[in-house]
């Protein structure tokens, strides 16, 4: 966790519960946190779930890793204390959509368990869903769509997940999505059906 340096500084509350925000979107927020290798499916699964929720009138928003890192965390790299920064910044801003209500899908590869577990503590139980979307490194590599892979078994890329640097798997996900042998659609599906079923897409 990172260390509170600024001083003088006092936490304020809120005078709009935030159960007086899902009562008006009508349903939960929550973080849901799509975590697997590079080219295992994550950003397109998020953001089928994205769109099938907005279909469905829900209040909801993608943060993307790519695009957080063209962004808010530009100036963070890939050693192992960027990606842990990468993680911390993105479960503080998490937070804040959570606590207006909003359904947030989040797609980032996280490869480490202690920085996913250090975002799943900063918000209230049953708040942070985990969804590990799985791939062997040998489909990832198939798809490669972005061309990484080839990078870095060419040592282009150093520090690449599931190739030269570790992917922790997720010891007690929410939800595991087999990217192996389903498609995307099928993929999306089980996320909203787990949404439904657990009382999320209702206030």
């Known amino acids: 966790m990172a260390q509170q340096v600024a001083t003088n500084v006092t936490w304020h509350e809120h005078k709009v519960s935030k159960a ?3 009562k008006k979107n009508g349903h939960k927020g929550a973080l849901l946190w799509f975590t697997g290798l590079s ?3 994550k950003s397109t699964v998020a953001n089928t779930v994205d769109h099938l929720l907005n279909e469905m009138g ?3 928003m993608v943060l993307d890793g790519d695009n957080i890192r063209m962004g808010l965390n530009k100036n963070l790299g890939f050693s192992p204390e960027d990606r842990s920064e990468n993680i911390r910044r993105i479960g503080e801003v998490g937070k804040l959509f959570v606590e207006a209500g909003v359904i947030t899908t989040t797609a980032f ?3 480490y368990r202690a920085d996913r577990d250090m975002v799943r503590s900063i918000l209230a139980p049953g708040e942070f869903v985990e969804i590990y979307t799985k791939a062997s490194v040998d489909t990832c590599e198939k798809r490669d769509p972005k061309g990484l892979y080839k990078k870095a078994r060419a040592g282009e890329i150093k520090e690449f997940t599931g190739i ?4 922790e798997e997720p010891e007690k996900p ?7 042998s389903k498609g995307i659609d099928e993929l999306a599906q089980e996320v909203v059906a787990y949404l439904k079923n657990n009382g999320y897409l209702e206030a």
């Not at 030269?164 to 992917?167: C, L, W």
């Not at 929410?174 to 192996?180: I, K, T």
């Open 39 to 41: 080219g295992a499916g």
């Open 20 to 22: 007086d925000r899902a």
């Open 58 to 60: 829900k209040h909801t």
């Open 164 to 167: 030269s640097a570790p992917y």
């Open 174 to 180: 929410e939800l595991v999505l087999d990217s192996d």
């Open 109 to 111: 590869i996280s490869p």
